[in-house]
């Protein structure tokens, strides 16, 4: 098998690079990086690609890491490609920030080599994964309970920041790898602690893999075979999710919203996914999100769920549903908007009134009886100005709040009235409220108004105002 030309073909069939290009390759100093180095650099020319070598140093095996840094660096020299390294002391780093060693690693690691690309303006880091990577990698996500996208294990190109990660010996094995280094004499270390079952990986790659191979000797091809058909099946639907969601979500500053009834008519598969892209539209961090949570948002789209209901989505996002709606809301929004309580006076000579925190805005008209005022919608109301109390109040709703409601004997919660009126939960805390001075409440806007300053044929002096929802 010629692996130069099997990479070559693979990286015209799916676009791994272009004429031109600058591709920046991660060498460890393993015989997969190595190979890969080598493959890239002979078939530079021809292809008209510049390949960069850049090999990083973590601290964790002082003279193991040395040494294999030196034979990293005269390789690429023989090779004539350039060479970037970085030493790193990841136990001091990881000591400091208290994160897990490998996360660490790979954050410094991964960070050193976009510093690479963009001083070279590469357009392509090259990472040397290989085809048994890939199975190991299934079976791991496996073991932990993984969707679909996960048993996609890992792709062989994908975006980051303003480069592609590209994998070009994702199809092939590590025994064809080791025999490409032996036939071209490439020199390459062998890590110590991939042999320590400290790591997870190592265990699967060391116990459970060869395990299991007893039942299935073709296992590992079984897993790679997985992730092809679960990585075309994970991207189609990717695309289906993505086109429903600049359908059906209402996208506004730190805040995605969605009708109940759209939700549940997909089928099961895309309602999981459309919530999943919605929670990541509005964080970054959402990894953590699990089943459980998606499935109990999911749920409370249902027509037999509650018609209010809010749950901590995780991640910093809030889910609501209000009725015929559901509202993914971030925690910025949720600072911001959640108003703490307000109030606001209008005195006689008042002709405004800007209720900021709620977006309401009221109008005061004076008039007298004669101009016969009247309200042509539940946002207008007039009242006998003899009968007001000033200055007036505008506020959002206290506990106990009641309203003696026009064509009723007594009073009513005006918590009741929202429930009436569905008002969404979000919106009873900001909604405003008219008052008197003597603490009457007057008129909910857009609801109903009070039995209190009726106009009437005595009257003389109206008070007109009109309310609007900006």
Known sequence: MNLQRELEKEAEDRGLWSPGDVIVVAVSGGPDSMALLHMLSSIAKRSAITVIAAHVNHGFRVEESAHEMKVVQSFAEQLGVVFESVTLDMPAYIEETRMNGQAASRE???????????????????????????????????VRGAGLTGLAGMSLKRREKNVELIRPLLRMNKSDLLRYCEEHHIPYCTDSSNKERYYFRNIIRLDILPYLSRHNPQLSQSLQRLAEVAGAEDDWMEKQTDALFAQLVTLSPNECAISCLDLRGLHVALQRRLIKLILSYLSKETEKISFEQIETMRLAASAHAPATWRTDAGAGIRCVREYDGMRFISESQLSSGEASDYWHEAGWDENSLAVIPSGWTFE???????????????????????????????????????????????????????????????????????????????????????????????????????????
């Not at 005061?364 to 309200?375: G, M, Q, Y």
């Open 108 to 142: 410094r690691r991964y960070a050193f080599l976009h510093q690479i690309a963009e001083r070279y303006q590469a357009s392509r880091i090259a990472l040397a994964h290989h085809a048994d990577d890939q199975a190991e990698t299934v079976l791991m996500r496996i």
């Open 364 to 470: 005061f008209i004076r008039a007298s009886a004669s101009d016969s005022c009247k309200p042509v919608s539940r946002y207008e109301a007039c009242f006998d100005a003899s009968e007001l109390i000033y200055p007036l109040v505008v506020r959002n709703r206290r506990p106990g709040d009641r309203i003696q409601v026009l064509g009723l004997n007594g009073s009513k919660k005006v918590q009741d009235m929202f429930v009436d009126e569905k008002i969404a939960p979000l919106k009873r805390e900001l909604y405003p409220l008219l008052f008197d001075a003597a603490g009457k409440l007057l008129w909910i806007p857009g609801i109903r108004r009070s039995s209190h300053a009726l106009t009437n044929e005595h009257t003389k002096d109206v008070l007109f105002i009109k309310a609007r929802n900006e």
